[in-house]
T-cell receptor, first 110, second 113 residues
């Protein structure tokens, strides 16, 4: 049974810092891995999709990597801003469903 | 290009009632998935439909059901509501083939009293 874990559960850093969020999964048989952002009380915004054959994807200040063999993904956020404050969730796509981590709640202090 | 539309945005229902939630996908998307989000359990998969066929189902009781129409719009129904069904219900759509990005609606916030 696929299980997804995100570490840390919460993170508070001053504005301008570079930071790394971690996601691990137990079964390497995945189609892809997606990172999402969720603002309080809102839906999910897709940030990056890494297909199973890829090693990393970049979008602006965000970079996500995938190491299927070790069951790990990282989301790197460069030069963090207060607007980056949100909960970040990773999900692995397996058999027509997304299996989710519990999320990392990120607070960027001005 | 319009995004994923979920209606209604908010619902308050009484225990024992039933409820129907709707999801209209992005144009051209044929796969619709439903998820339940609660503070205690996080995000959990309910079911996925593609071309009106359910391809996968999560571990929820039979009170939770869904369907998809020929225009790819989907509905989910919860019968005999319980207090524990209070949650944010999210719908995701994608083109339908494997390895494609999922896009989410804003969700329906269901409160059972």
């Amino acid at each position: 049974k696929q299980e997804v874990t995100q570490i840390p559960a919460a993170l508070s850093v001053p504005e301008g810092e570079n930071l790394v969020l971690n996601c691990s999964f137990t079964d390497s048989a995945i189609y892809n891995l997606q990172w999402f952002r969720q603002d309080p009380g809102k839906g999910l915004t897709s940030l990056l999709l890494i297909q199973s054959s890829q090693r990393e994807q970049t979008s602006g200040r965000l970079n996500a990597s995938l190491d299927k063999s070790s069951g790990r993904s990282t989301l790197y956020i460069a030069a963090s801003q207060p607007g980056d404050s949100a909960t970040y969730l990773c999900a692995v796509d397996s058999n027509y469903q997304l299996i989710w981590g519990a999320g990392t709640k990120l607070i960027i202090k001005p | 290009k319009a995004g994923v539309t979920q209606t209604p945005r908010y619902l308050i229902k009484t225990r024992g009632q039933q409820v129907t939630l709707s999801c209209s996908p992005i144009s051209g998307h044929r796969s619709v998935s439903w998820y339940q989000q609660t503070p205690g359990q996080g995000l959990q998969f309910l079911f996925e439909y593609f071309s009106e066929t359910q391809r996968n189902k999560g571990n929820f009781p039979g009170r939770f059901s869904g369907r998809q129409f020929s225009n790819s719009r989907s509905e989910m129904n919860v019968s005999t509501l319980e207090l524990g069904d209070s949650a944010l219900y999210l719908c995701a759509t994608s083109p339908g083939s494997a390895n494609t990005e999922a896009f989410f609606g804003q969700g329906t916030r269901l409160t059972v009293v």
